[in-house]
Nanobody
Framework: VQLQASGGGLVQAGGSLRLSCRTSGINFRIAGMNWYRQAPEKQRDLVANVTSGGSTAYVDSVKGRFTISRDYARNTVYLQMNNLKPEDTAVYYC?????????WGQGTLVTVSS
C-alpha cells in the first residue's frame, strides 16, 4: 500500500492550493479517505473525510473553505484549499484504514504567510 501526497507549498493568506494523494495497493472504490494535518508542536488532527460513496465531512475550522473529493479512475483523493489562513500552516497527510490498519502518506507541507 502506498499513499503519495503532493501539492503543498508556500502561499499568501487568501490564496489557494490543491493537494493530491495518489493511492496504490488498496481497493480505492471501497476505501474511505482522510486528510489530516499537523502544525508545529501540535497533534495530528483530522481535517476532512470522504467515504467510499462520496459523502464528506469537515472540521469546523475549514468548512466553506476546503473541499475533499476523489477520482475513482485515478485512485486519487484531493483537498482543494481556498481562502487559506496562516493557521492552516501544517504538514498535511492523507490516510486510510485498510486491511485492519492505518496507512499514511509521507506528508506535504503547506505554509501560509500573512
Amino acid at each position: 500500500v502506498q499513499l503519495q501526497a503532493s501539492g503543498g507549498g508556500l502561499v499568501q493568506a487568501g490564496g489557494s492550493l490543491r493537494l493530491s494523494c495518489r493511492t496504490s495497493g488498496i481497493n480505492f472504490r471501497i476505501a474511505g479517505m482522510n486528510w489530516y494535518r499537523q502544525a508545529p508542536e501540535k497533534q495530528r488532527d483530522l481535517v476532512a473525510n470522504v467515504t467510499s460513496g462520496g459523502s464528506t465531512a469537515y472540521v469546523d475550522s475549514v468548512k466553506g473553505r476546503f473541499t475533499i473529493s476523489r477520482d475513482y479512475a485515478r485512485n486519487t483523493v484531493y483537498l482543494q484549499m481556498n481562502n487559506l489562513k496562516p493557521e492552516d500552516t501544517a504538514v498535511y497527510y492523507c490516510n486510510t484504514f485498510w486491511r485492519d490498519r492505518e496507512w499514511w502518506g509521507q506528508g506535504t507541507l503547506v505554509t501560509v504567510s500573512s
